[in-house]
């Protein structure tokens, strides 16, 4: 299909090891977004990208969480040194511009675990 | 400090009557509220939405009731389908930023 695809669907690592997560967004979208799911928590955003513009990194919890997006497309999300409460479900969005922002349409997610 | 709250984590409802989802807000910013469905193993979709200027919008079986005063949106859906039973979540921003995700609420609707 041409939804949002993230991967790996699963990923279970040990703490402090590095991880980088995925997300291929619907091609033709220029704002892409990650959020992570905590067990019986919200979406939590964590980082926004709008164009060739800086992104938003206000969601970020530490410094050891960065992402980058390669030629305006494909996004990875790097945690190094994880540890658990790294555990969560990570999301990725995208949307056609950022002025669709309502108009989100999320990828299946990447299950983080971190033993 | 939650500012979209979802008090209550799950919902059980007999299929054909109504569901009801309830949702606060502490931010008397947010102008505008959403509402998303989620399946389990995919990712949320949008619902259905409603500005501050409304106080209801309609979509089919979807309608959202905004009380500002209240700071309290709710999501009803009548007649409710076993196809329903998803985790819904509620959403608010201010002006076009990123939004604030509740909780969520699980929904069962038995046959």
């Known amino acids: 299909g041409a939804g949002v695809s993230q991967s790996p669907s699963n990923k279970v690592t040990e703490k402090g090891k590095d991880v980088e997560l995925r997300c291929d967004p619907i091609s033709g979208h220029t704002a892409l977004y990650w959020y992570r799911q905590s067990l019986g928590q919200g979406l939590e955003f964590l980082i926004y990208f709008q164009g060739n513009s800086a992104p938003d990194k206000s969601g970020l919890p530490s410094d050891r969480f960065s992402a980058e997006r390669t030629g305006g497309s494909v996004s990875t999300l790097t945690i190094q040194r994880t540890q658990q409460e790294d555990s969560a479900v990570y999301l990725c969005a995208s949307s056609l511009t950022w002025t669709s922002l309502y108009e989100q349409y999320f990828g299946p997610g990447t299950r983080l675990t971190v033993t | ?111």
């Open chain 2, 1 to 111: 400090d939650q500012q979209v709250k979802q008090n209550s984590p799950s919902l059980s409802v007999q299929e054909g009557r109504i569901s009801i989802l309830n949702c606060d807000y502490t931010n008397s910013m947010f102008d505008y509220f959403l509402w998303y469905k989620k399946y389990p193993a995919e990712g949320p979709t949008f619902l259905i939405s409603i500005s501050s200027i409304k106080d209801k919008n309609e979509d089919g079986r979807f309608t959202v009731f905004l009380n500002k005063s209240a700071k309290h949106l709710s999501l009803h859906i009548v007649p409710s389908q076993p196809g329903d039973s998803a985790v819904y979540f509620c959403a608010a921003s201010t002006g076009s930023y990123i939004p604030t995700f509740g909780r969520g609420t699980s929904l069962i609707v038995h046959p």
